[in-house]
């Protein structure tokens, strides 16, 4: 049914909407994971360095499988990045921010790259919306968008739990390794009974509309 009535139902179509949003997924991805990595290792934890992710380099944040999924199947992951609490001078406070570099990094990428596609209608008019670098500007805006609020949802291993957690003072406590071993289920099962789609649609959308009127 994929193939024959779905997102494969025109390969060619397909395809170019692969292309168009490859450069939106590689830089939410890459940014996302190496604003975990940078906060840190400048909180005090060498462990992102040493294990190569204090980088831009989307290579280093790339899971191959979830990379396939997010092409072929619209949902994936990039490789998360470990860090070592232990290592932080407050621990607690220190944690929180590792969890939220990410996502305020994907929200300062969705507001600079709205100004660049604001700015580039205003040179070229609005017809510069119906071209290709008009299409990738407003997919990193998209995508950034959704990596920000998709991470913020609080279900395990997301970084929404995590902040949730700290704020709860759950950490390490049996209610969170339940939670969090059960983490990839209960997503699952959001992501099936289309509950994530929902909280897309009340989030994403309205961001981007807001983001959008601002620049454009």
Avoid at 40 to 58: C, E, I
Wanted: aromatic share 14%.
């Amino acid at each position: 049914m994929a193939v024959s009535g779905g997102r494969f139902a025109n390969p060619i179509d397909w395809a170019v909407s692969v292309l168009l949003i490859i450069p939106a997924i590689t830089i939410g991805i890459a940014f996302h994971e190496f604003a975990h990595a940078y906060a840190a290792y400048k909180l005090g934890d060498h462990t992102p360095m040493f294990q190569g992710r204090v980088t831009l380099n989307p290579v280093k944040h790339f899971d191959p499988f979830g990379l396939l999924c997010i092409i072929f199947i619209g949902f994936g992951w990039g490789k998360p990045v470990m860090v070592n609490p232990m290592n932080f001078r407050n621990r607690r406070r220190d944690e929180i921010i590792v969890s939220l570099a990410g996502v305020v990094t994907n929200f300062v990428l969705a507001v600079i790259f709205s100004a660049i596609l604001g700015l580039m209608v205003n040179i070229n008019s609005h017809l510069f919306l119906w071209s290709t670098m008009g299409a990738i500007l407003l997919n990193i805006v998209r995508i950034n968008i959704v990596l920000m609020v998709f991470n913020l949802i609080p279900v395990p291993p997301l970084d929404g739990f995590n902040v949730l957690a700290e704020i709860l003072r759950i950490k390490y406590t049996d209610t969170y390794y339940m939670l969090y071993n059960n983490g990839m289920w209960i997503l699952l099962i959001l992501i099936v009974f289309n509950v994530v789609n929902v909280i897309f649609r009340y989030t994403v959308t309205p961001l981007l509309s807001f983001l959008l009127g601002i620049f454009i």
